[in-house]
C-alpha cells in the first residue's frame, strides 16, 4: 500500500446523504477480476446527469469529495474504494462512514476523515461557492485546509499510522503467526470444517 | 460484571491482543463467491501465500449465476470469466466449491446454515454484507472487503477493533400477517441507516424468542441496512433444533457437549448494553419502504411522507431526491402505487418458509395482467424442497416465474434485472437507486406483501384481498 502523509488537490462538493456503495459503482461493474480500471463505473448512474458534480469542469480533475454523512453504505464491495481511488480520489471527507467502507478505504490507501457536521457543511459551501478550490489535507495533523477554512478531522490511531507507514496488514499479522498456531491448537474438536476439496 | 453474548464470543476468539492495535480474531469459517474474491486470490499468487485454512473456507456461485438455463454456460463473458476465475482459484488453493448446477449450490447466506456450518458462537465472515443474517445462529458474522478476505485466507484472522453493543428489544407478540421483514423495516425506519453504525445489535424480547430460525435469518440478514456490522440473537432450542441433524452438526455425545456450550453464550443479566432500542412487537403492522435507501420506510396503511414533514435539512433533502427518483408523489396512499415486477427471493426472503408464505397467499389466485412475478429460490436445495411441496406448482399457476437459486434480481449481476423507470416490490434488502437495475424503483417488502402485491398490481398485504377461492382438496 502507498503511504499517505499529505495530499492536495481540487475539493468535490457531493451534497447528498447516504451515498452507498451501489451508488459509487453499480454492481454491473464489479465483473473485473483486476484490481485496477474501475474508474468508468464510479458514480456511472449519477454521472449520466449533466448536472452532476464530476460533470462540472471545475470539478471535474478534483481529489478530495466532500460528501454528507452516511457515505459508503450497503454492500461490501471493497470495489467502491478502487473506483474513486482510479479515478484519482485520494481522500474522502464525510460526517459519518459506514464500517465496512471505511475499513476498506484504510486497506487500499484511501483517507476517510471524519468531520462534525457543521464543519462539513462550511467546506461543502465553500467549495460549491469557489468552484475549482483546492483542498490540503494533513494526516499527521488531522487537519483539512481549504480557502479560509481550517478544520480537524478523525481517524482512528492505528488506520492513521498504518496510513503513514504504507504498511500491509497481512505482514503485520503473520509476525503473529505462531500465536494463530497456538490459538488453533486450543480450539474446540467440535467446531466445524468443511472438510477435504471436492476437486 | 457480566458480559453480553457478543461480548463473549468476541473475547473467545482473541488470537493476540496488545495496548493500541486491534485485537486479532480468529475465523470460524469463511465464506466466499465469485465477485469479491478474485482480487484477494490474485493477492496471494503475488505473494506466494497459501490458503492457512481450506477446511474453513467454502466456496459458491453466487451473485452472477443465471436463474434460467443453468445447464448452459454462462452467456454473458464477464460473468461467465468471473465464475471461471473463481473455479479456477479454489481448484488451485484446495477450497471446496458448489458450482452452478450443484444440488448445493445457492446464495452463500442460505447456504451455509442449510448444511449445519453455521452454529451458535462461531466468528464467521465472507465479503458480503448480508453476512449478518448467520448472526441468527448467536454467531458473531460480518461482512468484509476483498483486502480482509484476501488477509482470512492468508492467515485465518481479522485485526479488528472491538463494536459497541446495542439491545433491540422487541416486546409482545407480533400479530398476524406481520412477519419479520415487517419488525427489521420498522426498525430501520426508527434507528435509521446509520443508527447501528459501530455497534453489534443483539436482538432480544419475547416476539424474538416466538420466531423461527428463517425468520430470524431475515432480521439479522437486514443489520447492515441500519449500519450495524453485525446483528445477534441468542440461541436457544429453536436454534438447536434447526441444527440439528445437518451435515456439519455434532452428533451423539459431541451434540450433547455442544448444545452445553452453547447454552453458556447468552447475554448475562447484568451485562450492560452501550445502547438499547425497544420496539413493541404487538403494535406492528406490514411495512414498506418508500424511498431510496431502506430507513425510508412506513407502514402499507400510510401515505408517501410530504419532504417538508422532516425536520433535518439532510432528510429533507434525501426523501425530495428520493420521491424524484421514485417518481411518486406526497400523500399517495401506499396501497395505491401500482407496480410493474415483483421479485420474491434473495438471502432475506429466499427460504423456503418465505416460499411457503407467499404461495399461501397466491394459491388459487391469478396474477395482475400487468405484473411479472420473479420467484427465486435461495439455494438449489429450497428449490428442491419446494419442489416436493408443490409450491412451484402454485407459483407457475398463479402466473409467477420459477427460476433456479441465485442473488437474482436482489442486485442485477446476472441478467434478472429491472429497466429504467421499472416499479418493483422486492422481497430483498435494498432500495438504492438502480440497485435492480439502471433506472429501476424498489419498495422492500415482506414475502405476504409481494404475493398480496403480485394479485392486486398495487402495494397490498393479504388483508386486502378478496377471500380466497376456495381450493380444490
Not at chain 1, 105 to 131: F, I, M, R, S, Y
Not at chain 1, 166 to 174: E, M, Q, S, Y
Not at chain 2, 231 to 251: K, L, S, W
Request: with cysteine; charged share 20%.
Amino acid at each position: 500500500m502507498k503511504a499517505f502523509s499529505t495530499h492536495t488537490g481540487v475539493g468535490i462538493p457531493l451534497r447528498r446523504s447516504n451515498v452507498d456503495t451501489d451508488q459509487i459503482i453499480p454492481a454491473v461493474y464489479l465483473k473485473r477480476i483486476s484490481r485496477t480500471g474501475f474508474e468508468d463505473g464510479l458514480f456511472a448512474a449519477w454521472r449520466a446527469d449533466p448536472a452532476f458534480v464530476l460533470n462540472d469542469e471545475a470539478y471535474r480533475a478534483g481529489s478530495v469529495l466532500v460528501a454528507g454523512p452516511d457515505f459508503g453504505t450497503g454492500s461490501s464491495r471493497e470495489h467502491a474504494v478502487w473506483a474513486l481511488m482510479d479515478y484519482g480520489i485520494r481522500v474522502v471527507i464525510s460526517p459519518r462512514f459506514a464500517d465496512i467502507f471505511r475499513g476498506n478505504a484504510g486497506k487500499g490507501g484511501l483517507l476517510a476523515a471524519q468531520v462534525t457536521p457543521d464543519d462539513d457543511e462550511l467546506l461543502l459551501k465553500w467549495l460549491e461557492n469557489h468552484p475549482g478550490d483546492s483542498v490540503s489535507v494533513d494526516l499527521a495533523e488531522q487537519r483539512i485546509t481549504c480557502g479560509p477554512l481550517s478544520v480537524a478531522f478523525q481517524i482512528d490511531p492505528y488506520t492513521k499510522w498504518r496510513l503513514l507507514e504504507g504498511l500491509d496488514d497481512i505482514a503485520l499479522t503473520l509476525r503473529h503467526a505462531d500465536s494463530i498456531t497456538q490459538f488453533e491448537a486450543t480450539r474446540s474438536a467440535l467446531l466445524p470444517t468443511v472438510g477435504a476439496s471436492a476437486a | 460484571m457480566g458480559r453480553t453474548m457478543a461480548e463473549k464470543v468476541w473475547d473467545a476468539h482473541v488470537v493476540h491482543r496488545a495496548e493500541g492495535e486491534p485485537d486479532l480474531l480468529y475465523i470460524d469459517m469463511h465464506l466466499i463467491h465469485e465477485v469479491t474474491s478474485p482480487q484477494a486470490f490474485e493477492g496471494l499468487r503475488q505473494a506466494g501465500r497459501p490458503v492457512r485454512r481450506p477446511d474453513l473456507t467454502l466456496a459458491t456461485e453466487d451473485h452472477n449465476v443465471p436463474t434460467l438455463h443453468i445447464d448452459q454456460p454462462i452467456a454473458d463473458p464477464t460473468s461467465r470469466k468471473q465464475v471461471e476465475t473463481l473455479r479456477a482459484n479454489c481448484a488451485e488453493f484446495g477450497i471446496r466449491l458448489y458450482p452452478m448446477g450443484d444440488a448445493e449450490q445457492g446464495i452463500v447466506h442460505v447456504v451455509g446454515p442449510q448444511r449445519g456450518l453455521t452454529q451458535p458462537g462461531m466468528t464467521i465472515v465472507c465479503g458480503d454484507s448480508h453476512t449478518s443474517t448467520h448472526g441468527a445462529f448467536g454467531a458473531l458474522a460480518f461482512g468484509i472487503g476483498t483486502s480482509e478476505v484476501e488477509h482470512v485466507l492468508a492467515t485465518q484472522t481479522l485485526p479488528l477493533r472491538p463494536f459497541k453493543t446495542m439491545a433491540i428489544t422487541v416486546t409482545g407478540e407480533l400479530p398476524h400477517g406481520v412477519s419479520s421483514k415487517d419488525l427489521i423495516l420498522a426498525v430501520i425506519a426508527k434507528i435509521g441507516t446509520g443508527g447501528g453504525q459501530g455497534y453489534v445489535l443483539e436482538y432480544r424480547g419475547e416476539a424474538i424468542r416466538a420466531l423461527s430460525m428463517e425468520a430470524r435469518m431475515t432480521i439479522c440478514n437486514m443489520s447492515i441496512e441500519a449500519g450495524a456490522r453485525a446483528g445477534m440473537i441468542a440461541p436457544d432450542q429453536t436454534t438447536f433444533d434447526y441444527i440439528r441433524g445437518r451435515e456439519h452438526a455434532p452428533t451423539g455425545a459431541d451434540w450433547d457437549a455442544a448444545v452445553e456450550r452453547w447454552q453458556g453464550l447468552v447475554t448475562d443479566d447484568d451485562a450492560v448494553f452501550d445502547a438499547e432500542v425497544v420496539i413493541d412487537g404487538s403494535a406492528l403492522t406490514p411495512f414498506v419502504t418508500w424511498g431510496t435507501n431502506p430507513g425510508q420506510g412506513a407502514p402499507l396503511s400510510a401515505s408517501v411522507p410530504d419532504p417538508e414533514s422532516f425536520a433535518d435539512e439532510g432528510e429533507r433533502q434525501a426523501a425530495q431526491r428520493a420521491l424524484a427518483y421514485m417518481d411518486l408523489a406526497a400523500g399517495t396512499l401506499l396501497r395505491d402505487i401500482r407496480v410493474d415486477t415483483v421479485f420474491l427471493g434473495s438471502c432475506t426472503n429466499g427460504r423456503i418458509e418465505d416460499l411457503r408464505a407467499a404461495a399461501d397467499v397466491l394459491r388459487g389466485r391469478r396474477i395482475d395482467p400487468n405484473v411479472r412475478m420473479l420467484v427465486v429460490p435461495g439455494s438449489m436445495r429450497v428449490k428442491v424442497q419446494a419442489e416436493r411441496e408443490g409450491l412451484d406448482k402454485v407459483f407457475t399457476d398463479f402466473g409467477a416465474e420459477w427460476r433456479s437459486a441465485g442473488c437474482s434480481m436482489c442486485l442485477g449481476m446476472n441478467p434478472d434485472q429491472l429497466t429504467p423507470g421499472e416499479r418493483c416490490a422486492s422481497t430483498s434488502n435494498r432500495n438504492f437507486e438502480g440497485r435492480q437495475g439502471k433506472g429501476g424503483r424498489t419498495h422492500l417488502v415482506s414475502p405476504v406483501v409481494a404475493a398480496a402485491t403480485a394479485v392486486r398490481g398495487t402495494l397490498s398485504a393479504p388483508a386486502d384481498l378478496d377471500p380466497q377461492p376456495a381450493l380444490v382438496g
